[in-house]
Each structure stands twice: as C-alpha cells, then as structure tokens.
C-alpha cells in the first residue's frame, strides 16, 4: 500500500559536475521513475556545486569525481554537514557511491599523506591503495537489520574501479560480502557499509539500474510500504552481468583480448 | 629516405605478422605489426620519420577524422603524403604507416591521446593539432585531468613545436598553454568533465561562448580564428566549410584541419573545398545493405560527449535509430557513461539495443521511456525497424566489425 505524502519525493544529486564521472545520474534518474511508476509523485533536485546542501531532500545521492572535484565536493559537504544529519536524522536516505562513500566516512587519505576529510556520518576510513580495482564487482548483502521489512535484496552487481582501501569501524556493518571483484579492498572480503538509511558502495553501473530490489528497498525507505513493479528487463541485464562475473583470471584475460582484437 | 638493414627487416617482419593476424583473426593486422617492428628495430620510428615533416593529430573524438581532412587538403594541394588511414593511431601501428611512405614530403598521423607525448621526440614532430579531451574508457587510461597533465608536461619540454589547439576545451587550453599556439575557438561542447579548474581546482563558470576561472584567472584565449556556424573565421577571413560528413562535430574537425594546412602552406579556401570529397572517413559514415532495398548510415560514438553530439543531429531527422554498444577491452569495460547521455531525444523515433552490451543499453532506454527493440546483431535490428533512414550508432569494437564485414576494411 502506497504511504500518504503531502508533497513529492524528492530525490537529490549533489553536485552532479563533480561527483558524475561514472554515470551516477542515473541512480538519481532510476529512483525518480521507480516512484513515479508507482503512482508517487517524485522530483528530481540537482544541487549545483557551490551551493549549500539543504535538510529538505527525501535521499542524497552522491556520486564519484576526479581528485580536484573530490576535494571540492568534500570541502561543500563539510560545509553543509550539519543539514545531511539533520535530514537522514528525519528520514532522509544516503546512497554514496565510490568517491561520495568515501567522503561520507571519517576520512579519505591520499597516496602522498594528505588527508580529505570527510563528513563522518559513517564510522569508515579510506586510505589510497595500489593497484586500483577496476573490473565486475558482485557482492552478497550482509543479513542486516537495516534493510528493514523486506530483507536484504539479491546478490548485488556492479563496476567498481577506484583505488580505495576502505575499513570499517568496529560494529559497522558492510553492505556485502565481495563474492567476485575487490570491494572495500582491506582484506577483509566486505563492500561497501550499510547502516540505517545509508548505503555506502563501491558498486557503479550504476549500481541501482543494476540492481532493481536495490532501489526499491530505498524506495521503500523512505514512502514506507510502495506496491511491487515489474522489473523483468532490470533482472535480465543482472544475471547477465552475474554470469559476466563469473568467468575470472588467466582464462578471462585471454578471452577478452581475443573479443577486443582489432 | 634510407632505412638501415635493421630497420627494413624490422618492417619486413611486421608486414608478414600483419599478413598472418588479418588472415587468421581477422584483425586489421597494423598492430601486432608495429609490435614486431619496435622489437626487431627500436629506432624504427626516428629512421622512418627522416625526411618527414611530421603533424600529428590527438583527441578524444575526432582525430580519425581530422588527420583525414588534412591529408586531403595536402594532397589535394599536390603534396606527397602520408598518413595512417586504418586509424592504427598506437605507437606499434605509426611505423608501418611511416614505411609505406612513398617517399619525402608530409607526414599526417593521427596518434592515441596517451601515446602522444612518447612519439613526439622520436618522429620529430613540427606540428600538433589538438581536438577535446573528454572522459574515455575510464577502465583503462583513468581520468581526463591525467590525460591533459601529460600534454601539459610535453608542451613545457618542447616550446619550439607549434600547436592548432581547440580554444573552447579548458583541459585542451590548460595542456597546450605552454607551447606555441594558434587557437581556434570551436564553440562549447560537452563541459561534464570541465567542472574546475585545471589550473587550481576552483569551478569554473560557463557562459554562451567562453569558460573563466574566478579565481586564478585561467580563461579561454582570445583568438581571431573561430568556428561561426558553418563559416571558419581565419585571422578576418570568412572561409565555408561546405562538407559531405554530416554533424556539427564535423565542421569542428574541418576547422582544425584548415587551419592547420594554412600553417603548412596550403591556401586555406582551397583547402576547405577539397574536404567536401571525403565521404566517408575509414567506415565512419559509410552505408550497409539491408536487404531490403533499404540501407543504414553507421555513425561511430564511443564516449558520452561524442554520443552527445551524435545525438543533437538525430533527434531532429526522421531516422530510426540502433543503438549497438559493447564494453569489450577496446570500449572500455564499463559502460556506465549510457546514463549520462540524453536518450530521451530519441523517444518518438524507431529505436533498437544491440551489441553485447544490448541490455545495458534496454535499461537505460526504458528509464528515458524511449520505446525499443533488443537484437544482438545491429544489422538485423536496423532490418526491423521502420523508416526510410536508419542509422546504427555503434561503439568502437562493434564499429569494427561492421567495417571489417561491410565497408571493405582490411
């Protein structure tokens, strides 16, 4: 049953020209039709960088950018700290995707030192690693209470391709367990952080046109109980991409420099 | 031009590897010859370039493209010319083209974005000509500010080699800066991967014809020679860009080209007219058979400014339209750039998915509620759609296959 709202969902990107290196409008562009299929009125709210986050967003999604637009990023983020805890504290949603993972966590430390600091609103440090993991990430959802009434979602597929070494404080749980690809990167098998309301990820895709029960867990989150929606297109081009991940190493190598001769 | 033994085997080894990988992979064979080439004669390049005044084009998109437009300009002007047609653009694939000279004269050679600085001291370079950087197989060569940096550090090792360098591509301005440039001002395009600035990080700001940085300054230069429409504005000459290649894109590439054969000599009005008998540009543009009396027009879009461009011209004819992508090592693996290009220009038209890719392609389509088909083959998708014109817009590795199949490429 679809819950009463007075107003629409509105579904925020923040700083669409920093953080959209990997087509993270689309986890904006997925969200916003999902509701609206639904029958819920949604509105999709670009926050322009330089401009102060506001505390009215239903979910903030942040994507991946370059080091300088990074930094940028971070710097407006830390700026407008005190409305992204307001808002999640009222029932706002954070997805945050590679770099934006990054920068909702403690900290992000570079190669040469320097540190990023980031908006603390999960317990996680990144540290700049070698080599970067770039290649098909799959991940299995950690069985946790925050995903709330309908469980966790189905195996989770994705991109990742970042240099990240991210751990996890004590007691935060991960989004998944890494069956395929490197994931958080620090040993320790985990991608990604889930905690109430927020979804920290190195999946791109992007990760929610990947993985429909994703989104519609989000979704869920934040208009309560929302009736079920096809997604038999979105499930096809899942399993394609769990059966991609299948095939790895020496043997993947090779069959991918024959299909890219020429 | 005198090889040495070395040199001539070196090339000799590389054409029977050539040989050997068209007949049995059906690759184009130019490659892993330049690969047996550089290890039989490393200095393969330095002897096959004496007696070449060397021009190499760089870009993101376009460099196919433009290299030709200027060697057809040179050619037409009565020059001897040499350049690599195939779009074999990696330092393994420039020594075949070089030793298949036919003899002194103008060297034209498109080179790969991140084999440009390499090159450039081994083929003794005179001139660059630099199109756009945009964001590009992210998978392999990382992001676009490294791309720019290795420019920039490449134009401050050589100031004496002069440039033809775009004037609305902040990071194509922040690379060539150093160097001894003639800008041409092509007008704003994709500005997703130009949001700070190059030089300090700060946002730049945009207006209808130029970018400035608040901060340090850094802004696009002045310049008496731009792109206005169809018209070239050389230093106050008006010169028409009357072309058979379609799209606004092109007209940025000729722009380069006349420009950059006016600084090698060629009248520039001449130069311009010669370019309308490229028709098209190595299977950029050609037409494949139906089979039904009917043919498709192939477009090669690799990225999402290019894809951006491509779709600015479609959406206004009325032409069905095959989307063909894959993510095979050649497009870069991850094709998460489809959810930054606006396919919702295309609802109203005919419109299929195809290539390996094809579901990728599907999801994106519904969520921009474009009606579509889903084919592999990105012929016999075009065959069921509707509508006199069909265009198959095809990524690099699926653009290759129909050039190998039906546009006679080797």
Redesign the interface.
Known sequence: MTAVRDSAVRIGLIYPELLGTYGDRGNAIVLVQRTRWRGIPAELVEVDAGEPIPDSLDVYIFGGGEDDPMEMAGAGMRESKANIERAHTNGAVVLAVCGGYQLIGNRYIAADGEILEGIGLVDVETRAGSPRLIGELVAAPSDDVNWGEFGPPRALTGFENHGGRTSLGAGVAPLGRVLAGGGNGDGTKTEGVLAERIIGTYLHGPVLARNAELADRIIAWVAGSIPPLEATLEQSLRADRLDAAMVRGVHKWWRDRMLARG | MTASKRTRIGVAAGRLAGALSRTL????GATISGRVINKIAPNALEELADGQRVTLVSATNGKTTTTRFLATALTTAGRTVTTNSTGANLTSGIAPTLAGAPGPGDAVLEVDERVLPRVIDPLAAELLVLGNLS?DQ??RYG???AVSESWRTTMQSHPGVAVIANASDPHVVWAAMPGKVTWVALGLGWR??A??CPEC???LTWSTDRFDCPKCGFAQPATDTVLDGDTLVLDGTRIPLDLALPGRWNLANAALAVTAAAHLGVDPTQAAESLKSVTSVAGRYMHVPLGDGRSARVLLAKNPAGWTEVLRFLHRRDTAVVIAVNA???DG??P?????VPYELLRGHENAAAGDRR??V???L????VDHEIERDPVAAARELDGDEVHIVASY?QF?ALY?KYGGGA
């Open positions: 992979t059906r690759g184009q964001r992210l998978d992001e676009v500010h997703s991967d949001a700070t990080g700060a946002l095979r090592v050649a693996k991850d998460s750039w489809l959810w930054d579901l990728d599907a999801v994106r519904r969520y921009a509620e590795t290759s190998r």
